[in-house]
């Protein structure tokens, strides 16, 4: 018997999860709360991160250290502002192509052992329910989470900007026509991400990165949700800006400032 989640939000992979579960799940659909006599056990929020304040809100008290956050980008300075710097995060690196379909796991030909991962109390949980769908889910602890976490940000903010230099062209092309440029912003993204965050990243980003771009390559590019994904590496250089430094990250500010985003 798997453990019965609260699911927020009920998208394509909110409704993936559920479709895991045994079908003791609570739905909790958006701009509602969760009740207070909801199942004990994870809450997994699947909603945007612009809509993560209000899911906290909506959530008791008492029961917000099991929420479960797998939004993509920098979410932590976030968590922590907020008492929740502990709660379980997710790297979710399944696709669902449309809601119903089942997911198809981020493998990859450099990493097909899988990418997906996830930290905090209720880790395992998730990784159970993933794992008895035929997913792949590492469970790791706080440093090695933290650099899995920096990388798939790596990921969507280089690939995303060098996507929208080139028209919005897809991930794939990206990886593909546009490899030495994608390349080199991974590379300065690792060093100052590194750097801020007092973490080593295992050698072989940039290769773990490609190969997982080709596993998707068929996803659009755009730079969007600045504040959660390029706005961190931004925010970087705007703290050397202010101090007088180096920008850490000059190729992605110049890059920003000619697609428009900054």
């Not at 612009?50 to 917000?64: F, G, I, M, Y």
């Not at 991974?186 to 771009?213: D, H, K, N, T």
């Amino acid at each position: 018997m798997t453990q019965p989640f609260v699911i927020v939000g009920g998208g394509r992979v909110g409704q993936a999860l559920a479709d895991m579960g045994a079908g003791a799940d609570l739905m909790v659909r958006r701009g509602e709360a969760v009740p207070a006599d909801a199942p004990a056990g994870p809450i997994v929020v699947c909603t945007r991160n612009d809509d993560l304040q209000a899911v906290v809100d909506a959530t008791p008290a008492e029961r917000r250290k099991d929420l479960v956050f797998i939004q993509n980008g920098m979410l932590q300075p976030w968590l922590d502002e907020r008492g929740l710097g502990d709660a379980t995060q997710v790297l979710v690196y399944f696709a669902v192509a449309k809601k119903g379909d089942a997911p198809t796991d981020g493998k990859t030909d450099v990493n097909p052992e899988g990418l997906t991962a996830a930290y905090g109390p209720h880790a395992a949980a998730v990784a159970a329910r993933l794992h008895a769908a035929g997913l792949s889910c590492k469970v790791l602890d706080r440093p090695a989470f933290a650099c899995s976490m920096l990388e798939k940000l790596i990921w969507i903010c280089a690939f995303m900007l060098v996507g929208a230099r080139h028209g919005g062209c897809t991930v794939g092309e990206v990886e593909s026509q546009h490899t030495a440029e994608v390349s080199a912003l991974i590379g300065e993204l690792a060093a100052a991400g590194s750097q801020a965050l007092g973490v080593q990243l295992e050698p072989g980003v940039e290769a773990r990165l490609l190969a997982y771009a080709r596993s998707v390559a068929h996803f659009p590019t755009a730079v969007k949700e600045f504040q959660w994904r390029n706005g961190w590496f931004h925010s970087l250089s705007a703290a050397a800006a202010a101090a007088g430094r180096p920008d850490p990250c000059p190729t992605h500010t110049a890059w920003l400032r000619e697609v428009g985003a900054i």
